[in-house]
Structures are given as C-alpha cells and as structure tokens.
C-alpha cells in the first residue's frame, strides 16, 4: 500500500462513476415515504406560488377594465391564500428534509466508523489519521447540502419548470418559443465547465485533507514543537498548507459561479427580447395583460433553471467528497477471516512458529524465518536491538499483520484457519505505548473485559501493583483521565494497560515493553504478584531490561530479523554470545551507576 504524508494529495484509486450515485441512493431509500410526501407538498406550494402571474393577467385583461370589484377581491383572496398555502409548506419542508438529510448523513458515518473498525493495521499504518478524520467528519459533512435540499429541489423545480411552460404556452406559444432561445446556450455553458469544475473540487477536497492531516499531526506532537521550539517553522508549513486550501477554494468557487452569472445574463436577456418582441405583438393577438403574466413567467422560469443549475453544482461538489468516501468503504481489511474459518475454541497456549517470513510492504524484509516452539505455560521473552523484529513478532501472534510465508501454529492450528475474533479473544496484549481512552480509570480497565465486575477490576488493579497509586487518587478509581491518558505519567499507564490485559484473563499474554517505564521497586512487586497469575498463560514478554526476564522458560535473542541465540538466561550466559555481551553491558552500567 502506497504512503502518504500531509503533503501529498491522494490519488483516487477508481475514475468517478455513476455507481457511486447510486450507492448514495441506498442510503436515501429507506427515507423514500417521507421524500415523496415532502414532494407532494412541494408540489402543491409552487402551484399556490405559480398562480400569481395568471392572477395578475386575469386581472388586468377582464377585472379592471370590466370595473369587477367583487371580483378583484376574489382574485386577491385567492392570491393571499396561495402565499399562505406555499408559507406553511415550504416550512415543513425544511423541517422534514433536515431529519431526513441528518439521518442520511448519520447512516454514512456509523457505516464509515464500522469499516474503520476492521480495517487492518496497515491501512492505518499507510496515511495519516487526519486524512481519514477529514472522510468521517468532513466529507460527508460537505453532503448535508445536496441531502437536506438538493434533491427535493430538484424534483420540485422539475415541477415548477414544467408548469411554468404550461402557463407560458397557454399565454403565448410563439413567446414561449421565443423564451426558449437563450436555454442551449445555458446548456452549452454547463457543458464546457463541467470537467473544469469536478477537476476543481476534487483538487480542493485533497487540498483539505492535507490541511486536516497537518493540524492533526501538529495536535499530537504539540510537546515535540514546543521543545524544539518549532513553533515559527510550523506556522510557515500550515501556512503554505492552508494557502493552497485557500488557492483551491478560490479557484472552485470561480469555477462554480460562472454558471450563476451567465444564468443571470441569459434571463435578463431573454426578458428584454420578450419585452421587445411582446410589445411589438401586441394588439396581433397579444394583449398588456398577458405580456406582464408572461415576463412574470420568465422571471419564474429562470429561477428553477438557476436552481437547478445549483443543484448540478452540488452534485459535482458531492462527487468529489463520494469518491473519496466510498474510497474508503470499499477498502478491503488485509487481514481477514475465511468464509470457512472456525472458532478457535479455549486454548491451552501453544504457540508455534515454523519458518515464517514477513515484511510490511510485502517484501521479505522484516523477519526472516523465525522459528521456535513456546508450551502452554512458558514465558518467552525477547531482547535485541532496536528495529530487531521483537514487536514484529509477537504482533503476528494476534494475527495484525499476514506473513509471506511458514506459519504460526497455536495449539496445532493455524491461526489463518480461525476466525480473528475467536484468535485475539484469547490474546492479552500490552503495547509499547500503553493507550489510555478518555473516561475513569474503571473503565480504562474494564475495557480487557466489559462485564467485568468492580470488585474484578480491583483485584487485577492490585495484582499488577496498580492499586496504590490509583487509591491515592482523590477519586480513586473513579477518576477521570483524558485521550491519551495526559494526566497520568507513562509508567501509571503501563500499570493501568497491565491490569486491563489481565482482566482479559487471556491464555496468552503479550508483553512489549510493559515495564519500561515502571520504577524497580514497583515492577519487582509487580513481578511477584503476577507469578501466580502468569503460570498458567503462555506469555511473552520483550524487554530492553534483562533483569526483568532472567525467570523466563526461554529468551530469544533477535538480531536483524532473525533468531541468532536462545536458551534459559543461564545457558545464553554460558555460551558467551551476545546475550551475555548485552547483559556485562548492562551489570557494567549498573555498576557504574
Ligand atoms: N508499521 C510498520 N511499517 C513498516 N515498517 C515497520 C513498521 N513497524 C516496524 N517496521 C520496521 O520493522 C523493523 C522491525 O521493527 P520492530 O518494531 O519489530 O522492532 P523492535 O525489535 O520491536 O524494536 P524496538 O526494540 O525499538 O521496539 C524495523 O526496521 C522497523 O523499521
């Protein structure tokens, strides 16, 4: 999967086409009851709204000169109820067509957050976050227009056109043919903008999603900036970002308002032409009164034109933001259940790997055949050098990313022939950069097994030396911690991310770094509290400090991909290789200290 950064503006995998249209419509169907009696009642108010001009002509051609005040009351009467009639429609119209649009928009986004969801790791390792931030809340933000009024519009405007012509004809059909001449030219004008105006939009949609991933990145590495004092560098990024944001804008805009202007023009054209050609008819068939309800009638015709215009316009608006959208429902997970997988079933813990190969972007890179066997029960634990392949290794084990080739065998079965669901049920992981979601700390817990009682979150609080500091708390377990976990210090987050994958109760345990961050005294409490608790998981443990893994069944030593050296602690001590190497290094540090 290609990279992106904020920089650079995405490509659209797929050309637009009409099926994203109709996707759309999967999601307005559900409405359809609703929007058909919202036309109906649309219908009905631009009928009251279009019987004006016909009103006026009766009024000028039969009432006045025949001195009819009775019936110049009627006229008016009929005129007042006509405006009331199209008042209280066109007010439940926009009511009835904001629920239905924010409704519409809801059932996008929940579907978009749920694919989210089970995307692999390497979608999201691919982009960054901001850009798909922009697709959930932005993008079909941007669609709320064409939803809420577009589409009732357009049906409606249909309408008005339709019956304006009807009018038109019944006054005058040689001007109404007339009135006609300027709608090729209008036809014409929107043809040649279209590729232009799409190009426009699309444009200005990436150039938002890269604005969107800068703020973003910028949020999260806020600390980094002010350490650095990055702060007037930064600006000058977001400036050229939010310039180019600005520049696309612009240039869409003009774009989009050179059809109203020309729609303007044509109209104010095409009326002056009636006026001139009207007058000169009158008396062969035309008459004052007719003349005025027809120029009415023009000035009517070209509104529902422009609006409909409008509506093309949102339409190749909506375009730009549905591709993308629709880009990303139809992302496929990398990493997925076959139809035919099976539940995996409790498991003792028997974790195999046999020959396997892998490498993020499909190459033979990062790991390169890892072979070894842990029992129900063992703790392996992995030490190395930096970018070594440890966190590799164990994130296969949950089955995040697909190896290239060999396999991982758990209790004898292939986890590619389990479901996903039934694998990473059974798996307590702690990762290197335990993750805190906003709420109590109950809940931050609770979240290894939400029907955990209190009483239970306690217990796995205390067996990971957790609980003190948590009871020191004003209010204690209860207390709430923001995204990220911002008000604890890294080490109290481990602690916390230590008890929810406990409170899993898993058979298998991943620990990448768990303690890291964690002061000795704590961790060796810690460590005897969980001894009872990890005897019989399978566990795996990385970590940079050898003091903390001497107990382990097995340590495996990994360098550049590959396992160079395993054994007990004892017995890699007895080789002399590199494990010893790294732990005289280490004591000699200690010593030094
Ligand atoms: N998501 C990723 N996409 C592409 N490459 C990655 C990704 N994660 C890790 N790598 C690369 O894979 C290699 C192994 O990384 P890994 O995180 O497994 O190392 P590690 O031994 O756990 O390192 P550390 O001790 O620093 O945590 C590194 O070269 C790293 O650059």
């Not at 959930?136 to 809420?148: A, C, F, I, T």
């Not at 008000?487 to 602690?495: D, K, P, Y």
């Not at 360098?559 to 080789?575: D, K, P």
Request: glycine share 6%.
């Amino acid at each position: 999967m290609a990279r992106n950064k904020f920089d650079v503006d995405e490509e659209l995998d797929t050309p637009f086409s009409i099926t994203h249209l109709k996707r759309l419509f999967v999601y307005i169907k559900p409405y359809k009851k609703k929007i058909i009696l919202t036309v109906l009642i649309m219908l009905i108010a631009s009928g009251a709204n279009l019987i004006g001009p016909y009103l006026i002509k009766q009024a000028i051609d039969e009432e006045i000169p025949g001195k009819d005040i009775p019936g110049l009351f009627l006229l008016s009467a009929i005129y007042l109820f006509a405006l009331i009639i199209t008042g209280i429609c066109m007010k439940y119209r926009i009511r009835i067509m904001s629920q239905i649009g924010q409704s519409i928009i809801q059932n996008i986004r929940k579907d978009l957050f749920t694919h989210l969801q089970s995307l692999s790791f390497s979608f999201y390792d691919s982009r960054p976050h901001g850009k798909i931030l922009v697709r959930v809340v932005n993008y079909v933000n941007s669609l709320s227009d064409l939803l809420s009024n577009g589409l009732i519009n357009l049906i409606t405007d249909m309408f008005s056109l339709a019956v304006i012509i009807g009018f038109m004809l019944v006054i005058d059909v040689k001007l109404t043919l007339l009135a006609m001449l300027g709608f090729p030219v209008l036809a014409g004008i929107i043809f040649l903008i279209k590729n232009a105006q799409r190009k426009a939009w699309q444009d200005l949609s990436n150039k938002q999603s890269n604005m969107n991933a800068y703020i973003h990145e910028s949020i999260n590495g806020i600390k980094v900036t002010q350490a650095f004092t990055r702060e007037s560098e930064n600006k000058r990024i977001f400036q050229e970002v939010s310039g180019e944001y600005r520049s696309s804008w612009m240039k869409a805009v003009y774009i989009q308002f050179l059809l109203w202007p020309s729609i303007e023009n044509i109209s104010v054209l095409t009326v002056s032409f009636i006026y001139v050609m009207g007058i000169s008819m009158i008396g062969d068939g035309v008459t004052v009164g007719s003349l005025i309800a027809f120029i009415g009638y023009i000035w009517m015709f070209w509104t529902p034109l422009a609006n409909i215009g409008n509506f093309y316009n949102a339409i190749i608006n909506a375009m730009a933001y549905l591709e993308r959208i629709f880009e990303m429902m139809d992302e496929k997970p990398t990493v997925t259940s076959d139809p035919e997988s099976k539940d995996l079933g409790m498991i003792k813990g028997k974790v195999e790997f046999d020959d396997v190969v892998f490498g993020y972007e499909g190459e033979d890179r990062t790991l390169k055949g890892i072979n070894f066997k842990a029992n129900p029960g063992d703790t392996i634990a992995l030490v190395g050098a930096t970018g070594s392949g440890k966190t590799t290794i164990v994130s296969l084990i949950s089955r995040f990313y697909d190896i290239n080739s060999g396999s991982i065998k758990i209790d004898d079965v292939d986890i590619k022939t389990v479901t996903i669901h039934s694998l990473r049920k059974q798996m307590g992981v702690m990762l290197q950069d335990p993750f805190i979601f906003s709420g109590t700390i109950m809940d931050n817990i609770r979240y290894g097994r939400l029907d955990a009682a209190d009483e239970e979150v306690i217990a796995a609080a205390k067996a990971v030396q957790a609980d003190p500091f948590i009871s020191e708390l004003k209010d204690g377990y209860q207390t709430e911690v923001n995204e990220r976990g911002t008000r604890l210090s890294t080490g109290q987050r481990q602690l916390i991310s230590f008890a929810r994958a406990l409170l899993a109760d898993p058979k298998i345990l991943i620990l990448d770094e768990a303690t890291s961050s964690i002061d000795t005294e704590t961790e060796l409490a810690l460590q005897r509290g969980l001894e009872t608790l990890l005897a019989d998981r399978t566990s795996f443990i990385i970590a940079h400090r050898l003091s903390t893994i001497q107990n382990a069944t097995r340590i495996l030593f990994i360098e550049n991909g590959r396992i160079i050296e395993e054994g007990t602690h004892q017995e890699l001590l007895n080789q002399k290789g590199h494990y010893w190497k790294l732990h005289k290094s280490q004591h000699h540090t200690l010593e030094v200290s």
